[in-house]
């Protein structure tokens, strides 16, 4: 899956000539956490968070020291070392750079222009959607011996239940480099057949997976 | 003035996937039979379900959905047309006249809620029903038509009654809470496994309604392998404080059997003594703010043998205020039905005491399971505490 697909292209945005109190504004309307800084052509400048705004504005008892900031230009607050993406990445990559450079915001930019933006919250939505979790299934967990076929042969047994595979995650098993977690989300209430299948195939099935505890 | 009417008919028996299936309402015979053998029930007390009509059926399901069910029971629905109604799987295999069997499913919930909304009895209990995970235009996890959202619809246009709906399967009740997820009118709740790993997967804290029907719908997914205590408290705690939040004209309890030890389908460890708790509190709420409206309905429950009858029986006998099931069950009970059983039938109506091996992480599991209890009731306590 690429940005372009996941990707908010309604972007609300500011220039330099707005002030601070227009940022505040914006942020409580559209009830969004960052807005961009771009310049007449839409190229992007710089990011401002509610978080910016907050750290620069005097408390609401400092009246005269708050019109002042207010007042100021948005540019004066504004990151501008920002790190973006582009609609052709992919999302497993993007998923990285949120979780390397700890932001909760990604501006996507083409041509120098800004097309798109990407929070951390959509980016959830999206794994979440990837997983399979917003459709009614069971989740399988099959430990397989880290070998070529071996996918080959679970997904045999699968089909022969004729069970629809919502999803699926391989991971290296944590605990033997020898084997990897094969984890599957099908859609089906009773498991119990498949489960049957794949323990007579040799595998090992956990269903449900908790640290310390045997399931039957 | 009887208090409580059993609806039945061998009729219900007729919504049959195949032999192999884990759905088997061979349990509504197997139940009714141990109540007659105890002499809780008489003729009088059981009332046939009537056929609920296409036009009750599409108070919450798609038209289109109810042709395609018409259809395939007739053998005239193609694979590819079945398939994107969730017809024709494992789960909900195709199967003669299975409209007219779900139909009847669906009807006997309205024939209990006609006998209690119209003031006849207090109570009322349709084992044959309490098939929530029904979608309005798909099947899902052995459910055809969603009886219990019909039913609350049905409540709610005929008799402009609140309902909170509580649901004590092991699986989330999602069919019922999607139907009225926007609906202040309609509180749901459902406890429940996690979905972490089992069916249907949501059910999750933070599914609280939306629009208008926010903070009116509640779930308290407990964790594999959670115990008696842990579950109960769970559940009285929950139910307590949203009965008293939402103060409901009547309630709808969805009684699925398949939270104890032995359903092979889930991972709870609790055992009958949920059972005989569950319609103990339902029972007080409804005549604490219903004047005793109460509707209950069955749901899932796969040991049909040593968990359902008994856990079923109990719904009645709490019903009719009946204390007679303690110690031994009839000695004629089993007797007619062991040689059919594939597994021994247990001998009291109470589980022994060593019926599991004690559970590795038990005080971890009750300690997480009553933080989900305060996440999932926290928004009713902070109002509470506002007012
Ligand atoms: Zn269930
Ligand atoms: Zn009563």
Redo the contacts between chains.
């Keep these: 899956m690429i940005v372009e697909e996941i990707m908010n292209t309604d972007v609300s945005t500011l220039t330099k000539e707005h002030t601070i109190a227009d940022a505040i504004h914006l942020l409580s309307e559209k009830r969004i956490r960052h807005v961009p800084i771009v310049d007449g052509d839409n190229q992007l400048l710089g990011i401002v968070s509610d978080r910016d705004i907050k750290d620069a504005t005097p408390s609401i008892l400092d009246i005269e020291g708050r019109k002042e900031v207010l007042n100021r230009s948005i540019s004066t607050i504004m990151t501008t070392n920002i790190i973006t993406g582009h609609p052709l990445d992919f999302v497993e990559e993007v998923s990285a750079i949120f979780y390397d450079s700890k932001i909760s915001c990604l501006p996507i930019v083409q041509d120098h222009k800004l097309v798109g933006i990407i929070t951390q919250t959509d980016l959830l939505h999206t794994l979440v959607e990837l997983t399979g979790a917003h459709q009614p299934g069971s989740q399988l967990e099959v430990r397989v011996p880290n070998k070529p076929g071996k996918l080959f042969k679970v997904f045999s047994c699968i089909q022969n239940r004729k069970v629809n595979i919502l999803s699926v995650l391989v991971y290296p098993d944590k605990k033997d480099e020898f084997y990897k977690v094969i984890v599957l989300r099908i859609q089906t209430m009773n498991p119990l057949r498949l489960i049957e299948d794949l323990e007579n195939s040799g595998f090992e099935v956990l269903w449900p997976n908790l640290p310390g505890m045997e399931a039957e | 003035m009887r208090d409580s009417i059993f609806i039945f008919s061998e009729d219900q028996l007729k919504y049959k996937f195949n032999n192999n299936h884990?759905f088997n309402q061979l349990r509504l015979k197997l139940t009714l039979d141990l109540l007659e053998k105890i002499n809780a029930i008489s003729k009088e007390d059981i009332i046939p379900p009537r056929m609920a009509s296409d036009e009750e059926l599409q108070l919450v399901h798609d038209p289109h959905y109810v042709t395609a069910v018409k259809k395939a029971g007739n053998g005239e629905l193609s694979e590819d047309m079945a398939e994107s109604y969730g017809l024709g799987?494992?789960?909900t295999p195709i199967f003669p006249n299975m409209h007219e069997a779900s139909s009847l499913l669906v009807g006997g919930t309205l024939t209990a809620v006609d006998y209690v909304m119209s003031g006849k009895v207090k109570h009322a209990l349709n084992l044959g029903g309490g098939l929530h995970?029904g979608f309005r235009g798909k099947a899902?996890?052995?459910c055809i038509y969603n009886d219990s959202s019909v039913a609350i619809k049905y409540i709610q246009q005929k008799y402009n009654a609140k309902v909170l709906y509580i649901d004590t399967d092991a699986?989330h009740g999602?069919g019922v809470q999607w139907a009225f997820y926007d609906e202040p009118d309609v509180c749901t709740f459902s406890i429940h496994e996690t979905?972490?790993?089992?069916?249907?997967?949501?059910g999750n804290i933070n599914e609280r309604g939306q629009g208008k029907g926010y903070g009116y719908s509640f779930n308290i997914p407990v964790?594999?392998?959670t115990e008696d205590d842990s579950w109960l408290d769970a559940y009285r705690t929950s139910v307590k404080e949203i009965a008293e939040f939402f103060k409901p004209d009547v309630i709808l309890t969805q009684n699925g059997a398949d939270a104890h030890y032995l359903d092979?389908?889930t991972?709870l460890s609790a055992t009958m003594r949920i059972y005989r708790e569950i319609p103990k509190l339902a029972h007080e709420i409804a005549h604490q703010y219903c004047d005793g409206r109460w509707i209950a309905v069955g749901g899932g429950g796969y040991d049909i043998w040593r968990v359902v009858p008994r856990a079923w029986s109990l719904i009645w006998l709490e019903m009719t205020e009946n204390n007679n099931c303690y110690g031994p069950l009839p000695a004629d009970w089993l007797d007619a039905w062991q040689d059919k059983s594939p597994v021994k039938l247990p001998s009291e109506w109470d589980d022994p005491a060593d019926l599991y091996d004690p559970?590795?992480?038990k005080a971890e599991i009750t300690e997480k399971n009553a933080q989900t209890v305060e996440k999932a009731l926290y928004p009713i306590r902070n109002k509470a505490g506002h007012e």
């Design positions: 884990p799987t494992e789960d995970h899902s996890g052995f699986h999602d979905g972490r790993y089992l069916f249907p997967g949501t964790d594999a392998f092979p389908l991972h559970i590795p992480r």
